[in-house]
T-cell receptor, first 115, second 110 residues
Framework: EAGVAQSPRYKIIEKRQSVAFWCNPI?????LYWYQQILGQGPKLLIQ????????DSQLPKDRFSAERLKGVDSTLKIQPAKLEDSAVYLC?????????????FGEGSWLTVV | TQLLEQSPQFLSIQEGENLTVYCNSS?????LQWYRQEPGEGPVLLVT?????EVKKLKRLTFQFGDARKDSSLHITAAQPGDTGLYLC??????????FGTGTRLKVLA
């Protein structure tokens, strides 16, 4: 079974530039998450989708971050304009559905460095 | 805001020693999960606990969910270098949003 795919794996950009990350979840998984993980810390949930609808985006900095999951499958996370403090690993994850105890499967992450 | 505090933050031990990692919150969770993350990889699920007081064992790892479902512990017996990594707990709230803990970085020296 293919896992969660993310691209690009690594990206270096200058502050004020824009960047986009792509995620393809495990086939059939209705729930998709984007997490931000700063080095040495636990992941912080940015946005959670159920199919193509947003379940939670309370911690998404909406002035610069946006995410979409138009057809309920792939998702894109965009940052524009980037700040130095956005340097982090952006983890995409998926699970079968909104059921407590469901396993969340993570991708390898997209590493962003803002200089 | 729900917070999950893990302790210790860092732990460096010799191979063969035992250790316990704690995950504490003032909030009640419907379930709690433990993950291990290795450098350059995403977190990988180790276990899910659902019932207050529940104990689960995975080889040398023992996981316990507190009676009140606000805290959990992970105990590793006879640690090995392969156990090295970042250990994360994650609690599921009523909206099925998983909140991750602050993480415990473990290094086991050969």
């Amino acid at each position: 079974e293919a896992g969660v795919a993310q691209s690009p794996r690594y990206k270096i950009i200058e502050k004020r530039q824009s960047v986009a990350f792509w995620c393809n979840p495990i086939s059939g998984h209705a729930t998709l998450y984007w997490y931000q993980q700063i080095l040495g810390q636990g992941p912080k949930l940015l946005i959670q989708f159920q199919n193509n609808g947003v379940v939670d985006d309370s911690q998404l900095p909406k002035d610069r971050f946006s995410a979409e999951r138009l057809k309920g499958v792939d998702s894109t996370l965009k940052i524009q304009p980037a700040k130095l403090e956005d340097s982090a690993v952006y983890l995409c994850a998926s699970s079968p559905g909104l059921n407590s105890g469901n396993t969340i499967y993570f991708g390898e992450g997209s590493w962003l460095t803002v200089v | 805001t729900q917070l999950l505090e893990q302790s210790p933050q860092f732990l460096s031990i010799q191979e063969g020693e035992n250790l316990t990692v704690y995950c504490n919150s003032s909030s009640v969770f419907s379930s709690l999960q433990w993950y291990r993350q290795e450098p350059g990889e995403g977190p990988v699920l180790l276990v899910t606990v659902v019932t207050g007081g529940e104990v689960k064992k995975l080889k040398r790892l023992t996981f316990q969910f507190g009676d009140a479902r606000k805290d959990s512990s992970l105990h590793i017996t006879a640690a090995q270098p392969g156990d090295t990594g970042l250990y994360l707990c994650a609690g599921a709230s009523g909206t099925y949003k998983y909140i991750f803990g602050t993480g415990t970085r473990l290094k086991v020296l050969a």
